[in-house]
Every structure is written in C-alpha cells, then in structure tokens.
T-cell receptor, first 115, second 109 residues
Framework: EAGVAQSPRYKIIEKRQSVAFWCNPI?????LYWYQQILGQGPKLLIQ????????DSQLPKDRFSAERLKGVDSTLKIQPAKLEDSAVYLC?????????????FGSGTQLSVL | RKEVEQDPGPFNVPEGATVAFNCTYS??????FFWYRQDCRKEPKLLMS???SGNEDGRFTAQLNRASQYISLLIRDSKLSDSATYLC??????????FGSGTKLNVKP
C-alpha cells in the first residue's frame, strides 16, 4: 500500500518569498493533517481536513499560511510571505476515518529553510 | 499548560539496559493514546497503541493510567537501533492528535 506522498523534500527560500508544499494521502483516508515541526519540538497541528472541509485551523497563521484540499484528496499548503521563524519540517499526515483508535500515518516531510 | 508533557532527555543507556519513559496529559477526556518513534531527519512512525489494560510488543511495554493521566513506555534489552526520539501522542476527540515534545534515547555500545 502506498504511503503518504509529499513534495518537495527540501526547499530553501529567502524571507518574504512564497513557497508551496504538496501532499497526497493514503488512498481512502478521509482525514488529512498538516503539521509544523520545529527542531527539538513535537509536531504542531496547523490544519486538519475531513474530506475537503476544514475541521480545525485554529493554529494556522492565516495572515501568511493557507491550505486547501480540493476534491477531498490531495492538498497544498502555502506560505506567503515566509519569515525566518517558518524554518521547520512540514509534515503531512492522514488517517482513515474519525474514530477513537484511528492512527496517524505521516509522509516524509518537507524541510523548509528560510534565509 | 501543554496538552502532553514529556521529559526531553536525553536518556543515555548501554546496550541491554531497561529504560522507561513517562508522559502526562492534561485532558481527562482524551480517548486514545500512542507512542510514535522518530528517527533523526525522518517522519514519526507508529510504535504502538496504548491500552488501559497495558500491552506488550516484544521488548516494548506500554501502560496507561487514566486516573493519574499518565502513560509510560518500557524498553527492555535496549538495542543500538532503539536510538531515536519517542513521541507520546494523545487523541482527544474527532481525531485531534496532540504530540509531546519527545524523549530522546541514545543506546550506546
């Protein structure tokens, strides 16, 4: 079974530039998540989708971050304009359905460096 | 207060040692619990779920104490390949997963 696919694997940009990340979840997984992981910390949820609707975006810095999940399958996360503190690994994850014992499956992440 | 708290370590242990990690969570309504393993520069991967009755998978044993809002992971007979960061994860509701900051384990020869 194919896992969660993410691209690009690495991205280096200058501050104030824009960047976009792409994610394709495991086939059939209705819930998709974007997490930000800063070095030495645990992943922090940015946004959660159920199919193509947003379930939680309370920690998404909406002045610069946006995300969409058209057709309820793949998703893009955009940062515009980027700041130095956005340097982190951006992880996409998916889970099958909403349930008590559902598990998260992660993609390999995009490591973003903002110079 | 953080949803999930862990001792960041690092725990430096020799091969063959037994090591235990603890984790506390703040919300008593939390419904399911997991340990994830994260290798350096890799994504987190599920190690095991944690059940109220306690569960074991080979050298790994997980325990949950709902009354104290406490989760533990015990690793017996540590191997060099166990060196990683161990993330405690709590699912509160509607698939909202909260992560601890991770506990780093270094197993040395």
């Amino acid at each position: 079974e194919a896992g969660v696919a993410q691209s690009p694997r690495y991205k280096i940009i200058e501050k104030r530039q824009s960047v976009a990340f792409w994610c394709n979840p495991i086939s059939g997984h209705a819930t998709l998540y974007w997490y930000q992981q800063i070095l030495g910390q645990g992943p922090k949820l940015l946004i959660q989708f159920q199919n193509n609707g947003v379930v939680d975006d309370s920690q998404l810095p909406k002045d610069r971050f946006s995300a969409e999940r058209l057709k309820g399958v793949d998703s893009t996360l955009k940062i515009q304009p980027a700041k130095l503190e956005d340097s982190a690994v951006y992880l996409c994850a998916s889970s099958l359905v909403q349930g008590v014992n559902e598990k998260l499956f992660f993609g390999s992440g995009t490591q973003l460096s903002v110079l | 207060r953080k949803e999930v708290e862990q001792d960041p370590g690092p725990f430096n242990v020799p091969e063959g040692a037994t090591v235990a990690f603890n984790c506390t969570y703040s919300n008593s309504a939390s419904q399911s619990f997991f340990w994830y393993r994260q290798d350096c520069r890799k994504e987190p991967k599920l190690l095991m779920s944690v059940y109220s009755s306690g569960n074991e998978d080979g050298r790994f044993t997980a325990q949950l104490n709902r009354a104290s809002q406490y989760i533990s992971l015990l690793i017996r007979d540590s191997k060099l390949s166990d060196s990683a960061t161990y993330l405690c994860v709590v699912n509160k509701s509607f698939n909202k997963f909260y992560f601890g900051s991770g506990t780093k384990l270094n197993v040395k020869p």
